[in-house]
């Protein structure tokens, strides 16, 4: 079984920065593709950010492209979110998920995901 653990948010100032980290357990973290997602309140969970397994490939939702950096380190077993230049818009609960089969901004294509962790941006 995979286990997922988010932590790094908190509350921001428009403009500012935050990292975003989601340490695996289990099975073989190396070989999974990862992924973010956020879901503000009353909206549904979107796609954020992904990432091959060997880190050379990624991939964003153009609303946070040039602005938030996926990342990983495999000996940590962890992925990492760069959220900079921050908006009131990016306040939502992030969260951390892992597939197999490959990049994919599709929800359904994860089966193993974190408890999020709450980004607030105040203006």
């Known amino acids: 079984q995979v286990q997922l653990v988010e932590s790094g948010g908190g509350l921001v100032q428009a403009g500012g920065s935050l990292r975003l980290s989601c340490v695996t357990s289990?099975?073989?973290?190396?070989?999974?593709?990862m992924g973010w997602f956020r879901q503000a309140p009353g909206k549904e969970r979107e796609f954020v950010a992904t990432?091959?397994?060997?880190?050379?490939?990624?991939y964003y939702a153009g609303s946070v492209k040039g602005r938030f950096t996926i990342s990983r380190d495999n000996a940590k077993n962890t992925v990492y979110l760069q959220l900079n230049s921050l908006k009131p818009e990016d306040t939502a609960v992030y969260y951390c998920?892992?597939?197999?089969?490959?990049?994919?901004?599709?929800?359904?294509?994860?089966?193993?995901w974190g408890q999020g962790t709450q980004v607030t941006v105040s203006s």
């Open positions: 998920a892992g597939a197999s089969n490959g990049l994919s901004t599709r929800r359904s294509d994860y089966p193993y």
């Open positions: 990432i091959s397994w060997s880190g050379s490939n990624t």
């Open positions: 289990g099975r073989s973290f190396s070989t999974y593709y």
